[in-house]
Structures are given as C-alpha cells and as structure tokens.
C-alpha cells in the first residue's frame, strides 16, 4: 500500500469516526430531552387534568381548553396556509416567466421567514385584532401564524416541485394537456411529499409558537365551540405553559403540558405521513 492510499484511508476512517460522534451526540441529547420530560410529565398527566377546565373556585387545574384551541389554531391555519403557499409555488415554478422578479419574490420569502416571530405578534395585534376589529382571538392568531408559515410552505413545495422531471411536463403537453390539468395530474402528485414535508414543519412552528398568539389569541382558559372559538381569545397549550410556569410557578403541570405538546406533535407527523402514502397509492 502507498503511503498516499494509507492518508487517504485513514483521513477516510477519521472523517467517519467524527460523523458517527456526531449522529451519536444527536441522538444522545434527544434522547435525553424526551426522557427528561417524559419523566417529570407522566407523573402530573391525570384524566382529571386532560378532561376539565380549571377552576380558580375550587383550585382546580384543567388543559381541555388549552388542548381544543391548538386544534383550532392548527386546523384553522393550515387551511389558510396551504392553499396559499401551494398556489404561490406554483406560480414561482410553473408560470412565472420573468426569472428576475421569481428573484425578487423568493428574496421577499426569505426575508419574511427571517423576521421574529415577536414582530409578526405586534403587526398581527394592529392589523387583524384592531384595524379588521377580529379582537384577541384564535382567528386573529391564525391569521398571523399563516403570515409566519407561509415561507416554509412556499418553500418547501418549490423544492419539491423542481425535483419532478421536465420529460414529465413535456410527456404531458405532447399528449394535449394544458398546463394546469398537467400540474394537477402529474406534477402535483409527484412532489406531495413536499408538501406533507411543509406541512409537519409548519405544525411544528404552530404548537411551539407563544409570543404572537400572546398578542392576538390571548390567554383565556375558556372552552367554546368552533364558532365561538374561533372568534374568542383562548389560550393554546403553549401560552398555557408559560402562564403557569412563569406567571403561576407550577412546574408540574408545566411539564404535563410538555408532554401533551410532544405526542401530539407525534400524531400529526404519523397522522401527515400515512396521508401521503394514500395520496401516493
């Protein structure tokens, strides 16, 4: 063996030695996070506290309203988001002609999901709570988490959508269809893990965003149905875990509320990935 191979074969051994140490400590600290809270959730996640609203009459603590107002905020949202991110990719890929103004869109998509998620609050408060006088309330926040959403939809959908081939596009024309029945058809169905990819991400940013829905959904622990749900504060299980971790100091329900936040964000991932292999079948 030369002397150049052995370097090259060592510099080889080490490279994948540095790599497997660093998927090993990945893993290691999810690991740890997830049994960390898991440890002190369990203990504190009772039916009475998944079932109930909380009382201040009887000292009582309940999450079912913070629990039914993140699923509105998330429904509500990804109804608002999707249709628009999608359609924006669309446009960006399969329309739009002029390469210097998709430059400037795509510069504008970047900068938008580059602003604090603070300042999305602030604007959402001014415009939807007092200028369309929506109030503090779920649809005002959803509103707003559509705003901060957006990018990573349009994002991810144009990605996906420049990974389907061009011969499928041309294959479609040649056979007399015209562009949207071809992008329904063929290039749609091709990039819809693009989609769902979106999707998981974007529900991820809505169970773990508290400081815009500070300002526009507000904090009351009260449970509504859809309608008046929709249009009444409420407090999702995030803003809930701040309040009672830094306002009231209970630690306890705290960490229950971490836990339910985790295996919901479990179901919907599952939830959005068995979606996609019916749409693939």
Known sequence: MSVSSFKRKCYSSVMKFVMCSCIGVSLCLVAFVIFYILVK????????????????????????????NTVYLIVTTLLLVLPAGVG????????????????????????????????YGLVGMLIFCQFFSLQTSILAGSLTLMIMNLPIIIRTTQESLKTVPTSYREGAFGLGADRWYMIRTVVLPCCIDGIVTGCILSCGRILGESAALLFTAGFSHTLNGVTEGLSSAGATLTVALYVYAKEQGKFGVAFAIAGILMCLSLIINITATLMARRIHK
């Open 41 to 68: 959730a369990l203990p504190n996640i009772t039916w009475k506290v998944l079932s109930t609203s909380p009382s201040y009459l009887e000292e009582s603590i309940g999450v079912l309203p913070d629990i039914v």
């Open 88 to 119: 924006a990719a669309i446009y960006l890929n399969e329309y739009a002609t002029s390469k210097k103004l998709v430059r400037w869109i795509e510069y504008a998509i970047e900068t938008l999901a580059a602003i604090p998620s603070i300042i």
